[in-house]
């Protein structure tokens, strides 16, 4: 079946520093992809997404490229912000039936950033 | 426009009780899906209702079944409840047949506690 695996965190940064936060994916169709984001005692938000191969997602400095040939789809943000502290999920969605709509998620990143 | 709403915000029962939660779906979607997020996890896909009927179900036993009604809501009942069940129930909905991408919005969920 469909899997996401992403990085061993929790990653703890300080302000103004370069973000990756690794994601590799397994599925047997042509997912969807997408990066969640997940703020203390909130639901989760949906941070960007990508639909096609080389299709680079973004949002808020945020940025992921979907990579068919590496099946990956890496979080990347060139400057933290301490508001940026929260849990990532990355995630996944075949795009045809019967598991149109039905998301796959990664164990989610711890994201701590200091001042 | 409200987005998705869930209610209770945090329900507290012993084991061997019963539970329903419920969800009222972002306006103009007509999907409503429900995941399971334990402490430290990534949110697990329990099932998919659509058209008030259950179109998809994921790895979770028979205790764990649900309903949509006319007006697109839905319940998320659990029947003899055990330790394990104690997690963060988020209720998601999306338009299925009129959606370019399956983006899907997340309600703030409801935290069950099982004693």
């Known amino acids: 079946g469909d899997s996401v695996t992403q990085m061993e965190g929790p990653v703890t940064l300080s302000e103004e520093a370069f973000l990756t936060i690794n994601c590799t994916y397994t599925?047997?169709?042509?997912?969807?992809l997408f990066w969640y984001v997940q703020y203390p005692g909130e639901g989760l938000q949906l941070l960007l997404k990508?639909?096609?191969?080389?299709d680079k997602g973004s949002n808020k400095g945020f940025e992921a490229t979907y990579r068919k040939e590496t099946t990956s789809f890496h979080l990347e943000k060139g400057s933290v912000q301490v508001s940026d502290s929260a849990v990532y999920f990355c995630a996944l969605s075949d795009r045809v039936p019967p598991s149109y709509g039905k998301l796959t998620f990664g164990q989610g990143t711890i994201l701590t950033v200091h001042p | 426009d409200a987005g998705v709403t869930q209610s209770p915000t945090h329900l507290i029962k012993t084991r061997g009780q019963q539970v329903t939660l419920r969800c009222s779906p972002k306006s103009g979607h007509d999907t409503v899906s429900w995941y399971q997020q334990a402490l430290g996890q990534g949110p697990q896909f329990i099932f998919q209702y659509y058209e008030e009927e259950e179109r998809q179900r994921g790895n979770f036993p028979d205790r764990y079944s649900g309903h949509q009604f006319p007006n697109y809501s839905s319940e998320l009942n659990v029947n003899a409840l055990l330790l394990g069940d104690s997690a963060l129930y988020l209720c998601?909905?999306?338009?299925?047949?009129?959606?370019?991408?399956?983006?899907?919005?997340f309600g703030p969920g409801t935290r069950l506690t099982v004693l």
């Open positions: 990508a639909t096609k191969a080389d």
């Open positions: 599925a047997t169709g042509y997912p969807s």
């Open positions: 998601a909905s999306i338009a299925l047949d009129r959606s370019s991408y399956n983006e899907q919005f």
